[in-house]
Every structure is written in structure tokens, then in C-alpha cells.
């Protein structure tokens, strides 16, 4: 059989799912089907929550999506943080920090985390984020091996910069490019088989 692969640059809003069990959220979220018409068997590798954005791998080759998700290939996130953050808070989180996870203390692993000299190019954001209305902001780049829920968010609230944009910019070998919000676009065998062996 031959799998299909996609990348899609997921819109602010939108959930990491095709459709839902709850009739009741199918009513009132958005969905990835609003996209395109994907081919049955397709699904999401991995997620980003709602409110956050950008680049999202399909496939469906279930055995891809597993190894993707749990053999620690590496994701690059840009976050917009409230406030200009110090050096001392950015050696924080390159070496890891405790983060609240499931009722517990979570330990994150060390990660790559640089400021941006620079604003990235990037989509207008989402009219419903308040941006800079109040202080600066700061871009960070961040990549992480491991995926915990709203990692990047807590990881950044716990050395006192709060995100206020998060969008993620590659998977592995895979990245964003120039893909505007809601564009969908085919990946290659060849280009998805280099993101599993780049763990």
C-alpha cells in the first residue's frame, strides 16, 4: 500500500483533529476537514492546541506517526513572550525546568533555546491576540525533543515570560517554509523517511 503524506500550516483556532466524538464540540470548533478533503485513514502526527499555530504533519502510515511521535525527533517552535527575556531566563530553559504536568512536577529535558535577533517572518497574527498593547514582546526559538501538553506555554510562564504567540516552524527535517495558514501541501516518501531517521 502507498501512504500519503502532508504538511499543513494550522491556522490559530483550529484543533488537531479531524473530527470529534462530542456532537456538541463538532458544532462549535473548527476542524482539520475544513482544509481539504483528506484521504481515509489520514491523521494527524502529533498536535498543537488550539490557540496555537503553524506546521502539522499527516499521514497515513500509522507506524510513521508512531515513530515521529515517540522516538524524540526534534520541534522548533517561535514563541512570543510577554516581556524582553533575560539571558539567565533563557539558560533556564535550555537546560530544563520543572513545569506542572498532570498534578506533578515534570522535569523538561535540556532543549535548544536562542532569542531571535530578529522578528521572523511569519503570518499576520490572529486579530483575537493581544500583542504588545501593554509592554514588549520577545521571539525565542525553541526545540524540543519531547511534546508534553502546552510544554512550550509552562516552560516559558515558569521563568516569567508568558507566551502570547506560539507557532511551530519545523519537524525534524521538515519545515514550514512559506505556507500561510490553512495551506496544505504533499510530502515525499523520501522527505518523511529522513524525518524518522533524524532521531
Given amino acids: 500500500m502507498k501512504h500519503l503524506h502532508y504538511k499543513l500550516y494550522k491556522p490559530f483556532g483550529m484543533l488537531s483533529q479531524l473530527y470529534s466524538n462530542?456532537?456538541?464540540q463538532n458544532r462549535k470548533k473548527?476542524?482539520?476537514?475544513?482544509l481539504r478533503d483528506?484521504?481515509?485513514?489520514i491523521m494527524p502526527i502529533g498536535r498543537l492546541d488550539e490557540k496555537s499555530e503553524g506546521l502539522l504533519l499527516m499521514?497515513?502510515?500509522?507506524k510513521i506517526s508512531y515513530a515521529i511521535n515517540r522516538n524524540g525527533v526534534e520541534k522548533e517552535y517561535y514563541?512570543?513572550?510577554d516581556g524582553e527575556i533575560s539571558d539567565e531566563a533563557i539558560a533556564l530553559l535550555s537546560n530544563g525546568i520543572d513545569i506542572g504536568l498532570q498534578g506533578t512536577t515534570y522535569a523538561t529535558r535540556p532543549c535548544v533555546t536562542h532569542r531571535l535577533s530578529a522578528n521572523p517572518?511569519?503570518?499576520e497574527p490572529n486579530a483575537t491576540l493581544r500583542l504588545g498593547r501593554h509592554r514588549p514582546t520577545s521571539w525565542i526559538?525553541?526545540?524540543l525533543t519531547e511534546g508534553k501538553f502546552r510544554q512550550v506555554r509552562k516552560m516559558t510562564a515558569a521563568v516569567g515570560y508568558p507566551t502570547l504567540r506560539l507557532v511551530r516552524v519545523r519537524v525534524g527535517t521538515i519545515s514550514i517554509d512559506n505556507l500561510v495558514p490553512r495551506e496544505v501541501k504533499m510530502v515525499t516518501q523520501?522527505?518523511?523517511?529522513a524525518v524518522v531517521q533524524s532521531i
Avoid at 473548527?30 to 475544513?34: A, K, V
Wanted: hydrophobic content about 35%; cysteine-free; charged content about 25%.
Fill in 22 to 24: 462530542d456532537a456538541r
Fill in 30 to 34: 473548527r476542524f482539520l476537514t475544513e
Fill in 38 to 41: 483528506f484521504p481515509d485513514g
Fill in 59 to 62: 499521514t497515513t502510515d500509522g
Fill in 79 to 81: 514563541a512570543q513572550l
Fill in 121 to 123: 517572518q511569519l503570518p
Fill in 141 to 143: 526559538s525553541i526545540a
Fill in 190 to 193: 523520501t522527505q518523511i523517511d
